[in-house]
């Protein structure tokens, strides 16, 4: 109780120079830029642009992708393209895709990066009774938001 007593006491009385105030100051600002940046999430202006960027360009071609296998089920021939596209090679699949002008968006000259491959791996996913499900759809006027 006596010990209690004094360290109450000795609380009350203290008074810290300005170096110790300023030096608690500072070490209170390190401790949180750490915790901030390695557990808190926090990242720089940099990191933050990039992954914006990244985000942008994952969106894009993601619609792009959206948008080629509604292009290639409206096709004429979808279930022979379907056969051709399945019995390429799969590193090839990206580049008969593009050949096939179902990656290209309107309005640009070329293909979207990435959507090509995002593309031909969902068509290649599906079977011919899918590709026709999403022709009809598209043909009925019902929009689905992604192909699966």
């Given at each position: 109780?006596?010990?209690?007593?004094?360290?109450?006491?000795?609380?009350?009385?203290?008074?810290p120079?300005?170096?110790?105030?300023?030096?608690?100051?500072?070490?209170?600002?390190?401790?949180?830029?750490?915790?901030?940046?390695?557990?808190?999430?926090?990242v720089?202006?940099?990191?933050?642009?990039?992954?914006?960027?990244?985000?942008?360009?994952?969106?894009?071609?993601?619609?792009?992708a959206?948008?080629?296998?509604?292009?290639?089920?409206?096709?004429?021939?979808?279930?022979?393209?379907?056969?051709?596209?399945?019995?390429?090679?799969?590193?090839?699949?990206?580049?008969?895709?593009?050949?096939?002008?179902?990656?290209?968006?309107?309005?640009?000259?070329?293909?979207?990066?990435?959507?090509?491959?995002?593309?031909?791996?969902?068509?290649?996913?599906?079977?011919?009774?899918?590709?026709?499900?999403?022709?009809?759809?598209?043909?009925?006027?019902?929009?689905?938001?992604?192909?699966?």
């Open positions: 109780m006596a010990s209690a007593q004094l360290l109450g006491r000795r609380w009350r009385e203290y008074r120079s300005k170096a110790a105030l300023f030096w608690s100051c500072v070490g209170s600002v390190v401790v949180a830029l750490i915790i901030g940046f390695t557990w808190g999430g926090w720089t202006g940099g990191t933050a642009r990039e992954m914006a960027d990244k985000a942008v360009r994952d969106a894009r071609a993601e619609l792009a959206n948008v080629c296998v509604q292009r290639f089920a409206d096709a004429s021939d979808a279930r022979a393209q379907l056969t051709a596209l399945k019995n390429t090679s799969s590193w090839q699949r990206d580049d008969f895709i593009e050949k096939g002008g179902w990656a290209k968006l309107p309005g640009l000259d070329k293909p979207v990066a990435a959507a090509a491959e995002r593309c031909a791996e969902r068509l290649a996913a599906m079977d011919a009774t899918e590709l026709s499900q999403a022709n009809q759809d598209m043909r009925s006027g019902e929009r689905r938001t992604s192909v699966q």
